[in-house]
């Protein structure tokens, strides 16, 4: 039997049923939406074994360092200028950055790493990184405060702390870390 649409009941039925489920399901990522606040996506990166994240809004973009031209003169955390698709990109040592007036070791050889350039309020720059891990999506709530371990004068480069990758990862400030 076939209604005056073409569709059989069933047919008809099975819509409807779809229909539902479909409203069903929008109300039920609406409802999680609102319990756990809108999410954020966070590029995981590493400096040796400490890891660390920064909102995918301020990431430009994420390369293979080519030759960095040193800069004499340049502050300590400055590696030097680099040529990014015929723009000069300033290259900082998030390493320098992080522990400000601590001792670091030089800048090893840039073979293997990452620059990931960041973006805020009109300025740009890139972080030399050990490893990029991965691009997470996480809930808003789930960023912790700094943990209290940080030294205060360290805590003002975070926005605070998320767990991923099975570890603590610090989510940086783009603003406090191109603007150290």
């Known amino acids: 039997m076939m209604s005056t649409s073409g569709i059989s009941p069933l047919g008809e039925a099975r819509e409807e049923l779809l229909r539902e489920a479909s409203l069903s399901a929008a109300s039920g990522r609406e409802k999680a939406q609102e319990e756990s606040g809108p999410a954020r996506s966070l590029l995981v990166f590493f400096l040796g074994a400490e890891g660390f994240a920064v909102d995918l809004a301020h990431v430009r973009k994420v390369l293979r360092p080519t030759r960095i031209a040193r800069v ?27 522990a400000p007036g601590k001792e670091t070791a030089p800048a090893a050889a840039e073979e293997g790493k990452f620059i990931v ?64």
């Open 117 to 180: 350039v960041v973006q805020h309020d009109g300025k740009e720059a890139g972080f030399l990184v050990d490893s990029v891990r991965d691009v997470r999506e996480l809930p808003a709530s789930s960023v912790q405060p700094v943990l209290d371990s940080i030294d205060p004068s360290r805590a003002r480069m975070f926005e605070g702390t998320v767990a991923c990758c099975g570890q603590f990862v610090g989510l940086l400030s783009p603003s406090a870390c191109l603007n150290p």
């Open 72 to 98: 004499g003169g340049a502050a300590p955390e400055v590696l030097g200028l680099m040529n990014c698709q015929g723009e000069v990109l300033c290259v900082l040592d998030l390493r320098r950055i992080l």
